[in-house]
């Protein structure tokens, strides 16, 4: 079986030590899933198994499992190669569209400028003098002075004043991509979140709890009434048992969930699951602001261009970089439009979203105010799941079994510990 990166992650965050339901609430993976996966960890890492005297199993892992698996199997190294390998190239895919950008405004800038100077030197020449160009030119100095590796500098920000680059600041390549394409799904790990939360809350229950204490953290589509269908998942992903109650109402028992490796108190939990709006973009204001000016620059200039090469007679006359614009003059309108209407589409979009999301965090927020303003037949229900509550704890000094040991050593540990135990008895009773 395949190891669950999520799986060894958890195991390291509970001190090596745990069980089924210790991994499964912190990770919010389904029972089923979690067995699987510990088992194939501790079989790849000589992991060992320990059973109470009840019965409940508990796995202990070394501490250098990672180090195991590195040396053991070449394609966890490779794997954790290409990761390191795949940051900078995507940090170079992000900046690269930065450069573009400058690049593109360069080439534009110079092969206007190139034209209008031909067209002067021209005019001169023949004594005859057009304005429809020289009019309308403007080569903006700031180009072509020193402030152009203000841009490059990784501590861009609000002027001069700020000369330290904190964490969260983008530089001006970063600020461009953001402003493009975004940061990403703010809800990446919806999911891993929204089963975390509902394995503490059962948790936090001692593994038995009513619907509506798991209806906060599901997507439903409406206000929950009789038909509890949406705890189907629920007891699928940790092996959970309904419970009906002498009024017929049903609770919900998680047997898995009810044990662990280390005895803890509640455990936070919000409210409700909230999904996070998508922001436009991380980059600052004035980060935008250039960008936005920058490509509307570029757009414009693109277009200038295109309307001065004409029919591309000039560019033979010419050649050099001119030329080159000539030949590039379709990709760098296509990147300048690209440029300005990829952000806006997304923008759109973006305000179609969060308004989903806004109602979905709507409804969810409902189900949790509802109960906390529980009816008197709803805290009837949830106190009736109470008596289902319970918590096991696998201690280490109560075992009946584990392979750290020889089998016979651990037979004789336990008689050693029977006689004990009847010697006090005695004792006791003598008293």
Known sequence: MTLDPKIMTTVEELDYRVTVGDVSARAGLDIDTTQRGLLALASEVSGNLQVSESGEIAYLFPKNFRSVLRDKYLKLRLQAMWASVWAVLFYLIRISFGIVLLLSILLIV?????????????????????????????????????????????????GRRQQLRTAEQMNFFEAIFSFLFGDGNPNANLEDRRWQEVATVIRNNKGAVAAEQISPYLDLVEQPKDDEYYMIPVLSRFDGLPEVSPTGEIIYRFPELQSTAAEAGQQSVAAFLREFPWPFSQASSNQRAWAIGLGTFNFVGAVLLWYMLGDGTLALQLGGLVALAQSLIWVLLGYGIAFLAVPLIRYLWLQRQNAKIETRNDLRRSYATALNEADPQLQQKIRYAQQFAAQSVVTADRLSYTTEKDLTEQEIEQADKLDAEWEQRLKRSED
């Open 110 to 158: 110079v092969a206007i400028a190139t034209i209008f100077l031909a067209l002067q030197s021209s005019q001169q020449s023949d004594n005859r003098r057009r304005s429809s160009y020289g009019g309308s030119m403007f080569v903006p100095r700031y180009w072509f002075g020193r402030n152009i590796f203000w841009f490059f500098n990784p501590s861009y920000g609000r």
